[in-house]
T-cell receptor
């Protein structure tokens, strides 16, 4: 079964600092990988996804992630944090058929002034 | 296009009762999936429907069931409610069969007393 592990349930950064949210996956086959963001009292919104091709994926709101097969990682980064980035972030993995996404436990990002 | 609509948004039930939640996907989307979100377990996949057929099912007891109608609208039902069923139930739709973006609704928050 495919799964993801998000290191750090809470991450705090200063406004303007680098954001790094870690995600490692376990999969016996090349997976599809996703990052979603959830703001309070809202559903999830796709930030970016990796399916095939380029391993550096750019998403919305200045976020990007790099698929590293040798490290089984898909870490999310943003060069400069904004206050509006404060939210819950979820990494997810999917087999290459259907939508049975397996989500990580989530990382709550706090951005301080 | 209107987004994914879930009804009701909030509901309170007592143990032993049953509940039906509704999801209207984005127009043209034929895939609908359901997730349960709780603070302890995070986001867990319930089931996914495509063109009225259940294509994937998560590891939930038989008390959890769902269906999809010819217009792609979906319902999920939980019978004999338990306290542990209290959660945010999220519905997501997609127009693609593999690797596409999931569009989430805002969820139905169920409280079981």
């Amino acid at each position: 079964a495919q799964s993801v592990t998000q290191l750090g349930s809470h991450v705090s950064v200063s406004e303007g600092a680098l954001v790094l949210l870690r995600c490692n996956y376990s999969s016996s086959v090349p997976p599809y990988l996703f990052w979603y963001v959830q703001y309070p009292n809202q559903g999830l919104q796709l930030l970016l996804k990796y399916t095939t091709g380029a391993t550096l994926v750019k998403g919305i709101n200045g976020f990007e992630a790099e698929f590293k097969k040798s490290e089984t990682s898909f870490h999310l980064t943003k060069p400069s944090a904004h206050m509006s980035d404060a939210a819950e972030y979820f990494c997810a993995v999917s087999p290459n058929s259907g939508y049975a996404l397996n989500f990580g436990k989530g990382t709550s990002l706090l951005v301080t002034p | 296009k209107a987004g994914v609509t879930q009804t009701p948004r909030y509901l309170i039930k007592t143990r032993g009762q049953q509940v039906t939640l509704s999801c209207s996907p984005i127009s043209g989307h034929r895939s609908v999936s359901w997730y349960q979100q709780t603070p302890g377990q995070g986001l867990q996949f319930l089931f996914e429907y495509f063109s009225e057929t259940q294509r994937n099912k998560g590891n939930f007891p038989g008390r959890f069931s769902g269906r999809q109608f010819s217009n792609s609208r979906s319902e999920m039902n939980v019978s004999t409610l338990e306290l542990g069923d209290s959660a945010l139930y999220l519905c997501a739709s997609s127009e693609q069969t593999i690797g596409g973006e999931l569009f989430f609704g805002e969820g139905s928050r169920l409280t079981v007393l």
